[in-house]
C-alpha cells in the first residue's frame, strides 16, 4: 500500500492458493494488456481469455507470453474448450494449448450439454498434464439446475481433478448464481458454502454489487473472476475496506 | 484464425459490400485508435467520429491520416452534417470533410427535421463526389415513424445515391429499431428486410443481445454499426458463432 | 475547435472558476493517463483519484506529476478522506497529501457520520493550507437527508472555507441528487440552486442523460463531476450543443 493503515485485512501473496482475481480479456490490444500488468498486474492471478476470442485476436502468442512473463497466468475460456469438444476435436484442442505454452485449461459445459461424467473423464485426462479449473452452471436463462446438483457437479469435478471450480455468471452477470436482477442467489450460494470448501470455488462476479457482496458475505480474500480489466484496481479497494461499499467492514466494533 | 475449425461460417474479405462492421469513435485518443487498430483493424470497415466529437477532439487530422493508412474508412457522424445544415452551413461542411481528406460522408435527420426530398437532394448532390451513407429514424423518443415510411425513406435514399442506409438506434440502443427495453422491434425489422436489399442496411446495434439477435436472423455477414471499439473481437467471435449467443448458429443438425 | 460555427456557447478558459469537469480516476495506468491527457487534456480540470485507489496504484507520485505538469489538477477522493479520519489519523491525511505534493483536498461525509460542526472544523484548518472542496450528500440509499439540510450544509461548508461544494450522486448515480431510476431529483437541485451561488456547486453526473439534464437547466459552463475519462469529449459537444441531446440547447429561435 502507499501509505500504512491500520485494520487493512491481510491479502494472501502471489502465486495465491485463496484470495485469487481472475481477470477477463476480450481481446485487449498487446499496449492495454501491457497497461493492465503497469497498473495492477500484482492484484491479477488469471487472465481468461474468454470465450473464442482467442480464436481471432492478432499477436495471441505474444500476448500470451506478455502475461506469463508478468506473473498473470492466462488460459482460454470455457467455451473455446465446447468449441473444440463439439466438433470432435479434443486432440486439437490440446494441440492449441500447448501451441501456446498454456499450464491451465478451463472445462465447462455451459453452451452445450455435457454428461457429467464425460466432463469429469475430460478433467481426469487433463489434470494430468496441465491445472485444471472446471466451471459449474450453465450460460442459457432457461436452464434450470437444482441446488444439490450444483453441488455434487462441484465435488465430483473437485474429485475428478480440477484444482478449482467456477460458478457460473457471464460476463453479464445475470445467470447461474445471480438471479435475472443480478441480485445473489443467496439461497444457492449458501448451500454452496456449506458443502463445498470456499477456497476451492471461483465466483463470477462482474459488477461491483456482486463483488460488494462477496466481500462482505466470505471475506477480503474470496476468490472472484470476471472481473474487467479497468475493475482490478477497484476491486482491490473494496477487498480492503477502501470503498464505501466496504467501509466498515473490516473496522473493529469501537470504530464503527 | 489462430486455429483452423470446422463450421465456420465464411465472412466476406476487405474492401467489404457486405459483412460490415462500423465502429463509433467518441473521442479515442491517437493510442487508442492505433491500439484499435492492431488489436482488430482487419475487422472494422468503418470508424464514425461520434456526432460532434470531430469539431473537439485534438489531433484530428493524425487520426483520420492513420485510420486510413491502416485500411479503416473514418467518417464524420451523421449530427455532424446537421450541425452544419441547420446553421445553414453545407457549403462549410464540404469544405470540412474536404480539409479532413474524407472520401465517405453520412447525411441523416436523427435530430432536426429535414423534410424527405431536401435530404435526397443533399445526398444526390454530395454522392457526385463522396461515398454517401444515409441514416433514417430519430434520435428522439417521443417521435414515432411508421414502418412503411421507414421502407420508402430507405428506397427513396438508395435511389437517391446512397451506398448504404443506416437503421438508427443511438449509442444507448434504445430507440428506432429498438424498444424502450433494448429488444428489436421484430415487426418494423422484418418489413424493412421484406422490402430493402438486406446487404444495403447497416443495422446499429451497440449492445451484445442486439448484435446477436441480427446474427441470429441475418446470418454472419449482417452488416452491423455503432460497435463499441472495445467489443470488435467479441462481435467476431458472434459473428463467426465463437460465443455462447451463437454457438449453435453455424453447425450441422447431427452436432446440435 | 476543429471548425468555425456559429451559436456556440463560450466557455470558460483554464484555470476556471466555472465550467470545471472533473474527472473520476479509478486506477488509470501511466499511458492511459498519458492518454487522457492527449486527447482531452484542456477540457478537464480536475482528476479525482476515486476513493481508496491511491492507496493500491502503482506510480502513484509519477501520476500525479503528469497530470499536474499537463494542467489537471489530481486529488484524492472524499472517501480517502474518510478512511483516515475513522481511523483517528488526521496528521496521517495531510502528511500523505503533502507527500504528493497535492495542492486541493476533499472533505466528505459519505460513509462515515460526521457531525457537520466538526467537518467545517476539518474544512478550516485544511483551507488555510490546501483548496478545499466538500462533499455534500449519503453514499448511502437507505439515508435520506433533507432539502433544507442540503443547503444548510453546503452553505456552513462554503463559509467555513470550501472552494467548492460537491453533490453527491456516486460512480453510479443513483444516489443524493438521483432518484433510484438515475433521474433527476428536480425538487431537491432546485432548492439548492435557488438558496446556493451556482458557481459553487460540482454536481456529480456519471450519466450522459444527467449531464445533458444540468446542461440544458444551468447552462454550458454548470460544474460537472465523476465524469468518466473516456467520455470527457462527449461532455464537451454536449456542453456545447454538439449532440442530439443538446442540439437545439444554444441555437437562436428562427433556427429551432
Known amino acids: 500500500m502507499n501509505y500504512n493503515l491500520s485494520f487493512i485485512p491481510a491479502r494472501t501473496p502471489k502465486p495465491r492458493e485463496y484470495g485469487l482475481t481472475m481477470v477477463m480479456d476480450k481481446g485487449l490490444s498487446m499496449s492495454e494488456a501491457q497497461s493492465l500488468i503497469e497498473s495492477s498486474g500484482q492484484y491479477v492471478d488469471f487472465v481468461k481469455l474468454g470465450f473464442g476470442t482467442s480464436l481471432v485476436t492478432n499477436n495471441l502468442k505474444e500476448k500470451v ?23 470432435g476435436m479434443f486432440d486439437d484442442f490440446v494441440k492449441f494449448v500447448d501451441e501456446l505454452e498454456l499450464d491451465l485449461v478451463e472445462v465447462s459445459d455451459g453452451s452445450m450439454e455435457l454428461d457429467n461424467h464425460v466432463k469429469c473423464d475430460y478433467i481426469s485426462k487433463l489434470a494430468k498434464r496441465y491445472t485444471v479449473i472446471s466451471e459449474v452452471g450453465s450460460k442459457r436463462a432457461d436452464v434450470h439446475i437444482p441446488d444439490e446438483e450444483w453441488i ?33 442467489n443467496t439461497k444457492l450460494i449458501d448451500d454452496i458454502v456449506r458443502h463445498v470448501k470456499v477456497e476451492n470455488v471461483i465466483w463470477e462476479a462482474p459488477l461491483k454489487s456482486q463483488q460488494a457482496w462477496f466481500i462482505k458475505m466470505l471475506g477480503a480474500n474470496v476468490n472472484l473472476g470476471n472481473i474487467a480489466p479497468n475493475e482490478v484496481i477497484s476491486l482491490e479497494t473494496l477487498r480492503l475496506g477502501l470503498r464505501g461499499d466496504t467501509f466498515f467492514q473490516f473496522l473493529p466494533d469501537e470504530l464503527k
Open 65 to 87: 507470453k506478455l502475461y506469463k512473463n508478468a506473473g498473470l497466468r492466462p488460459y482460454l475460456g470455457g467455451t473455446l474448450f465446447e468449441i473444440f469438444i463439439i466438433r
Open 152 to 184: 455434487n457437479m462441484m465435488k465430483h469435478e473437485l474429485s475428478a481433478g480440477s484444482w478449482k471450480v467456477i460458478a457460473e455468471a457471464r460476463e453479464s452477470g445475470n445467470i447461474g448464481i445471480y438471479n435475472q436482477d443480478h441480485s445473489a
